[in-house]
């Protein structure tokens, strides 16, 4: 009907999908209302699983609908790439689609096209369900337009096919042909024509799921069923009720909770019961058994319903037996795995099964001489035909071997002998650089010589691997970070030392240990040497002159202190070689906080004099980390 256009909003700054309606139907009129009832349909929902819709309009005969952009792919390109979907991963988009389809419902919009092609599933696993194309509302019409069907003739309803009324039930048809297909990876009908198609809906059953694909579960194989019955009446009544099966699969799929809608339930016509037929002159026939009966009318009552009893008896059995020769039974599937062939063979005794050992393999979970595997293949509550053969295969019991010596060997070699144990030992290989074996030889093997084993099991073997080399990158002259990271990207541990160059900027490469270009181990270790011009830097030493002097008062012949006489204090900073005097001044020798600043690079020297005289011991300061220091 239309051709999609990816398109971007101006004014909302966003890209957005455009329907435009093909020219050669703008002037059909019954074209332009499908298109237009798509927009309104749509238009009207609002759910996470139905694409939005944001403008509706035409202008010079360009009829367009804006919607969201969705980014994905459709759910028929998923089945196409990867064939049959996983079941749990099925019923989530199944969940999806019934909400997008319940919410559609209750608004009176019935779908009429669900299909793969029209459920986009979003990067982020979303299921979102578009082309309300020839929806239509319920309140207006449901029956097809100008008797013909629209729609996909694969996932069509039976009702659908034969251009009758459709409703909320036709979409949960069509949704369970595509889980169908989802689990399967094909439809159930398909033929050379759309007619043959359409008639299969109305005709055939459908080859149940689980036998094409017997990983579905129970439970989601009678979901699919009775979403797809002929009768409508058969089906969900609405997607809410599918929508609480679906999430009751999840949690027990292979449970027993789909329940069956009962055909007999239903309004039938029924003939209406007559008397018996009379005579042309108006007179009930007479009988010999009449005659009997008025005779003795007491005898009536009991013939009759012994009568009866025979009639209704001969009636089971001749039906039954007529059953029975024509058909063959369907009959629950036994469980044969963990059995013994006596135990199969009891089991079977009184029943038309019939089987065939097909092969023996070693098992380390199922003991000798039980079966491992059958096939057709045991599943609860699910029944095969009564003359079904079986293929089993038996087990042998753990496999035991002995552990060959393989430290030395080459790992080609080890392999091989590992192989010829003929126990499907699964080999591990751990590599381990060795500068004294050659590459490829097994130092280590995790299970001992001589031990035995049991196969299937895992053994590690630890094989010498060739320390790789690197050359050496020149990093002279570059930044101390670049230089590390340089080395360190060459797989080189990096040791850094600091010179002082005054003649270069700091923090570049002066040397390295090693010279450019040289072949040298993965991981071998490189020194580098950086410049580092150490910085001028200030700070203060306060000095205590009374500790220094050991100063103590002295007292007159009266007691009374004496004023101590002023004593030369002098501080001097060595620093890098060059000395030079930071304070010269007289002091008073009871003086305990004389403050004196000093600068430097790294660490400097301190001496103190007190009158031209060494007072105490030369002081260290390392400016680089303190800017103080207390001399006593």
């Not at 890209?15 to 074209?31: G, I, P, S």
């Not at 030395?408 to 070699?413: A, L, R, S, Y």
């Not at 050359?471 to 340089?486: D, H, N």
Request: with cysteine; hydrophobic share 35%; aromatic share 6%.
């Amino acid at each position: 009907m239309a051709t999609v256009y990816k398109a971007k909003c101006h004014v909302l700054n966003r890209y957005v999908a455009v329907k435009v309606l093909k020219d050669e139907y703008t002037t059909d009129a019954e074209f332009i209302r499908r298109f237009n009832a798509e927009a309104q349909a749509a238009a009207g929902l609002a759910h996470a699983n139905i694409v939005s819709i944001y403008d509706v309009g035409h202008e010079e005969n360009i009829y367009y609908i804006v919607m969201e952009l969705i980014q994905g792919k459709t759910l028929k390109q998923i089945i196409n790439e990867d064939g049959s979907l996983p079941w749990k991963w099925t019923i989530n988009i199944a969940i999806q689609i019934a909400s997008a389809l319940e919410a559609a419902h209750k608004n009176n919009i019935v779908h009429r096209d669900i299909k793969p092609h029209n459920i986009i599933i979003t990067e982020e696993g979303l299921a979102k369900v578009t082309d309300f194309g020839i929806a239509k509302a319920v309140s207006n019409s449901t029956i097809t337009a100008f008797g013909t069907t629209i729609g996909s003739v694969h996932y069509f309803s039976p009702e659908h096919a034969k251009g009758g009324f459709t409703d909320a039930k036709s979409d949960l048809y069509s949704l369970g042909i595509v889980m169908y297909e989802m689990l399967t990876g094909r439809v159930p009908f398909d033929a050379d024509t759309p007619v043959s198609i359409a008639l299969k809906h109305m005709q055939e059953k459908p080859v149940e799921p689980i036998k094409l694909n017997p990983s579905i579960p129970f439970a989601v194989n009678q979901i699919i069923l009775k979403a797809m019955q002929k009768e409508p009446s058969l089906r969900y009544s609405n997607a809410t009720e599918m929508i609480k099966d679906l999430s009751m699969a999840l949690k027990r799929p292979e449970g027993n909770f789909v329940e069956e809608v009962d055909e007999t339930a239903r309004t039938q016509v029924i003939q209406t019961i007559h008397e018996n037929s009379e005579t042309k002159n108006g007179k009930k026939k007479s009988s010999k058994k009449q005659k009997y009966f008025e005779k003795h009318p007491k005898a009536k009552i009991p013939i009759i319903v012994i009568s009866c009893i025979i009639l209704f008896f001969i009636t089971i059995f001749a039906t039954k037996a007529l059953m029975d020769a024509g058909t063959v039974k369907d009959v629950p599937i036994p469980e044969l795995v963990g059995k013994t062939e006596e135990e199969i063979k009891e089991l079977f005794k009184n029943t038309k099964f019939t089987y065939e050992i097909t092969g023996e393999e070693y098992n380390a979970e199922v003991e000798e001489g039980k079966a491992i595997t059958q096939n057709p293949k045991y599943r609860k509550n699910y029944t095969i035909k009564e003359n079904s053969k079986f293929e089993i295969v038996i087990s042998k019991g753990k496999k035991i071997v002995i552990m060959p010596k393989l430290e030395g060997e080459k790992i080609d070699e080890a392999r091989r002998m590992i192989e010829n144990l003929e126990a499907n030992l699964n080999i591990e290989i751990v590599e381990e650089e060795s500068t004294k074996v050659e590459p490829g030889i097994v130092l280590k093997q995790s299970i001992e010589k001589d031990k035995e084993i049991e196969a299937g099991i895992t053994i590690t073997l630890t094989v010498s691997k060739a320390k790789e080399q690197v050359s050496v990158p020149y990093v002279i002259g570059k930044a101390e970070e670049t230089a590390k990271k340089e080395l360190t990207d060459a797989k080189l541990k990096v040791e850094v030392v600091y010179e002082e160059d005054t003649s270069k900027d700091t923090g570049i490469v002066l040397k390295q240990s090693i010279d450019v270009g040289k072949a040298v181990d993965e991981g071998t270790s490189i020194t580098i040497t950086v410049n580092k011009i150490a910085e001028i830097k200030s700070g203060t030493v306060t000095v205590n002159v009374k500790s220094i002097t050991n100063y103590k008062p002295e007292k007159d012949e009266e007691g009374n202190e004496i004023e101590p006489k002023d004593i030369k204090l002098k501080v001097t900073v060595t620093s890098q070689g060059t000395t030079e005097t930071a304070y010269e001044q007289n002091v008073k020798p009871t003086n305990e906080a004389v403050a004196v600043k000093i600068s430097g690079k790294g660490t400097v020297t301190i001496k103190v004099y007190i009158d031209g005289v060494l007072g105490g011991r030369e002081y260290q300061l390392n400016l680089n980390n303190s800017t103080t220091l207390t001399v006593e």
